[in-house]
Every structure is written in structure tokens, then in C-alpha cells.
């Protein structure tokens, strides 16, 4: 009998080129070398030339890049980024996949395409030139959910905006979401002036829209965290993989980091007790006020807590560099420690962390809830909104402060999260599970095997020779 011809498993991973959007995808990609799979990341060359390493690479993980065709200094807004790479970037990357079909330097031939799903033109390309391509989906199955339903949204008029009304728009969410729950771009009534709904979620609810005409979908989750929105999502995909939460189950774990990461706060934590520090950090995007700052500071000073603040640079708008200096400076002279960028699975890790402030992004509640630490969650946009929803209404893992700023606030829900054994108890249980999740048997461990097992039928099927047009 002939055996089949064999094929070596390439694959090219394509992530959205945001901070928050590479490290799943990387986190991906190192999955799939421990596996045995070749892998090539595709990074923007804007990215590359940035990125400083927490830990060194995998050695066997292969980095390009195309260029965004935006100048350096361009400040890179959702939309305006989108509309490049669908031009400038999409001819480079059709122009470096159809260089790819071919071995060269011992490289083999690319035999498959992981794409972020908000970049419908990655799967189109791959799949116009034969290669099979997966839709990767940064966000929560829930928010996912809510990105898909917002013409629908729109049309019953249920725009997000800050108010506490119901939400019947989104499928399998009812009783859950309120309209201030659902995505929503930056500017908190950007949803009320721009008529139609707003742009920027709109085009991205297209991206995941379209990503469920990918061979698969594969979602940075765990069917225990998401097992209803998961079922909703499967109903309308070809395959879903549920293989989350990335960052903790591969044995080797990378991560890229476009900001240089303050390592001595490590040892300012080891000065201080078990669970005694506020961590707090707002991600990579975020841009507040130097009055949301002072309010902020102020509610967290009257805890009585020290804290740990990430404050990237011009993270925080004011007229007066001085002035926020020296803001600065005085909260380091009482119980903070205020670093630009931090390790943060490291700190997350950390026996002295007792809460995390956090804006609820996905990665951060992901990394979160695996360490079973306690959230008080303040969301800006897009899916952080939903995020925060889960946590403080679903899940029960923390406490939910969107859309208030307000330093009384501040302080009796960070003071309740770290005291509230209720809250510590779903944390540490919902850690406990997904610790089982990806562990050997474990339902994302069994979703990550059969993953690799799709990819390597795929691989087979459409090698040894992709078809190039």
C-alpha cells in the first residue's frame, strides 16, 4: 500500500499588529513549535524594530515582517492602521506568501495560514493562493459574540452607550449584557454621534463576522469559562477550537513586548507581605487625564495599600509635564511604586499581589484569572466593556467600576476585593479549573491536540506543492 507523501507542516502566523494582539498569537505560535510544527510570526516592520524581548524567542520560531505603509512616527489609530494594511500591507503580505510557496534554505513551503480574525484580507489572500487558512480570535467568546451582533445592535437600538437598559440583540446574552456592556469605541458617547453605529465597531464586528467563514476559528479561551457563548459561536463557524488560556499552557511560553518591562519592581514586591499590594495597570492603549490620574492616586492612597502603577509614557494627557512629575514623585514617597512598563505575568505571580486594577482587556483577564487574583476592573473600550461584565456579574472573580472615576469609588471597591472572601474564592476556583483545562486530558490541552491535528490534515491535503496563482 502507498503511504501518503510526506509533508512538512508550515505555518504562518499573521497577528493584528497591537501589543495586546501579538503575544496570543505568539503564545500560539510557541505552542505549535512545541508540537513540532515549523512556524514563521509575521510582525509589521514598525513592530519588529521595537520589540524588546521579555525572553528570548523560541530559537526555532522564525520572524518576518511587511511593512504597515505608514510613516514611523504616525501614531497608528485603529482606523487608519486598518485601511493601510489592507492596502500597503496586503500586497506585501500576498508578495511574501507567494514567496513562501516554495522551500527555500531549508525552509519548507508554507502549508497553512493563522490569521487574526479582524484582518479578513489575511485568510482571503491565503486561500486565493491555495493555502488553507484559520481565523484567530483575540478576544472572548462573549465579546465575540457582541462584536458579531452589533448591526443587529444597532438596529434594534440598543447602541452602547452608559446607561443600564437591557440588551436583547446578542444571541445567548440576554440578561446578561447591558447596553453599557457591549464594545463601544473610544469616546464614551462616540456611539450616539456617529449615526449609523460607530465605525470602528462595525468594522471590526465585520472581521469577526467573516473569520467564521475560516476553515476554523480557534479562540484564546476555555469552554468552562465560555461554554454558552462557545456553542452560539460553533453553530455559526465550520470548526471552533476552544485552546485558551495560550500563555499558561505551553511549555515554553514567549512573549514579545513593544515597551521595555521594569524588572526591578519585582523586587519591591518581595518587600512586602502575602497579598498586600495593588497591582494596577490600564494596557498598552489606554490614555487617561491627569484628573482621572489624581483621582485614581487619591482612591488608592486612602486604602492604605501600597500599589504597583504601570504609567507608560504619554499614557496620561496634561499641559504640564511638571505637574505630573511631581504628582508622581509623591505617590512614590508613600506605599508606590510607579514603573513605565512591567513583567506582567511575573507580578501577577507574585505572593504579594492581592488585586489587580486593570482596564479588562482579554490577555490581562486571561492571565488574571489563571493566577487567581481578584479584579477591580475599569474597561475603556472595545471588548473590555464585555470582559469587565463577566467578571463582575458572571464569574464573580471581581468587581466591575466602568464608567465611574471617582476616588471614593476607587477605594471602597479596591478595599472590598482585597477583603472579600467571596470574591477570593471564585477567583482561586476559577483558577483551580483552568488549571485542569490545560492540563494533560483537560478540555483546551485535548482542543490544542486537536488543533495540531487539523492543521497537519490541512497541510496534507492542500501540499506538497500549494497552487500559486
Known sequence: MDSAPTVAVHVLVFPWPRQGLINPMLHLATALLD?????????????????????????????LSIPDGLPDDHPRHYMELMESMCTTGSAAYRALLLSSLLPANDVPPV?????????????????????????????????????????KVFELGENPFPADDPVCGVSGM???????????????????????????????????AHSCKARALIINTAASMERPALAHIASRTRDVFAVGPL????????????????????????GHGDRCVVYVSLGSIAVISYEQLTEFLSGLAATGYAFLLVLRPGMVQTASSALLRETVAVAQAGKAKIVEWAPQLDVL????????????????????????????????????????????????????????CDRAVVEKMVKEAMVSG????????????????????GSS?????????????????????????
Do not use: Y
Not at 513592530?47 to 524588546?52: D, E, F, G, P, Q
Not at 486594577?357 to 486571561?366: D, E, F, P, Q, R
Not at 467571596?422 to 494533560?440: G, H, P
Not at 490541552?445 to 496563482?469: A, D, M, N, Y
Open 247 to 270: 500563555h499558561a499552557s505551553s511549555r515554553s511560553a514567549a512573549s514579545a513586548s513593544l515597551w521595555r518591562e521594569d524588572d526591578g519592581c519585582m523586587a519591591w514586591l518581595d
Open 445 to 469: 490541552s485535548s482542543e490544542l491536540g486537536r488543533l495540531v491535528r487539523f492543521i497537519r490534515e490541512l497541510s496534507v491535503k492542500s501540499g506538497p506543492e500549494p497552487r500559486i496563482t
Open 35 to 63: 508540537a513540532g510544527v515549523h512556524v514563521t510570526f509575521l510582525h509589521t516592520e514598525h513592530n519588529l524594530s521595537r520589540i524588546a524581548s521579555a525572553r528570548a524567542p523560541p530559537p526555532r520560531l522564525r520572524l
Open 349 to 404: 505571580r507574585h505572593r504579594a499581589v492581592g488585586c489587580f486594577l486593570t482596564h479588562a482587556g482579554w490577555n490581562s483577564t486571561l492571565e488574571c484569572a489563571v493566577e487567581g487574583v481578584p479584579m477591580v476592573c475599569w474597561p475603556f473600550f472595545l471588548d473590555q466593556q464585555t470582559n469587565s461584565r463577566l467578571v463582575g456579574a458572571v464569574w464573580r472573580t471581581g468587581l466591575d467600576m466602568k464608567d465611574v
Open 174 to 208: 440576554e440578561g446578561i449584557l447591558r447596553r453599557r456592556d457591549l464594545p463601544r469605541g473610544p469616546g464614551l458617547c462616540s456611539t450616539e454621534q456617529a449615526g449609523g453605529g460607530d465605525l470602528m465597531i462595525l468594522k471590526i464586528g465585520e472581521g469577526v
Open 111 to 151: 502549508t497553512c495560514v493563522v490569521a487574526d480574525g479582524t484582518m479578513p484580507f489575511a485568510t482571503d489572500i491565503a486561500e486565493d493562493l491555495g493555502i488553507p487558512a484559520l481565523a484567530f480570535c483575540t478576544f472572548s467568546a462573549c465579546s465575540s459574540l457582541a462584536f458579531m451582533s452589533m448591526p
Open 422 to 441: 467571596q470574591i477570593k474564592a471564585a477567583a482561586q476556583a476559577m483558577a483551580e479549573q483552568l488549571r485542569l483545562d490545560i492540563a494533560d486530558g
